[in-house]
């Protein structure tokens, strides 16, 4: 992966420590308005990450791609980009 390893590392590190803190709050249970707060802080947490990789896949993978001349290699990588913005539409 071409993306700062070290920060998506961090960031899901803390993003599993927001979900197991989520956890506690659901076995405590806690206010619905408070947990709900939490789930959309580790959602957008969660979303930033995988900007950063999808990002980082366009500029090594893809550009790498359609650097080699393969029609092939380029289509593949075309129909992933078109796959994950299908996914993130819904």
């Known amino acids: 992966m071409q993306a700062n390893r070290d920060q ?5 590190k803390t993003a599993r420590g927001q979900i ?3 956890m506690r709050m659901v076995e405590e249970d806690r206010y ?3 947990i709900s707060t939490q789930l959309m ?3 957008s947490l969660l979303a930033r990450v995988n900007a950063d990789v999808l990002k980082a896949h366009v500029e090594h993978c893809v550009r790498t791609a359609a650097d080699s ?3 092939a290699e380029k289509d593949e ?3 992933e980009i078109a796959q994950v913005i299908d996914k ?3």
């Open 8 to 12: 998506v590392l961090r960031l899901l």
């Open 20 to 22: 197991d803190g989520i």
């Open 32 to 34: 619905c308005i408070d």
């Open 41 to 43: 802080a580790t959602e």
């Open 69 to 71: 001349g393969s029609t």
């Open 77 to 79: 990588k075309l129909q």
């Open 88 to 90: 993130l539409a819904r």
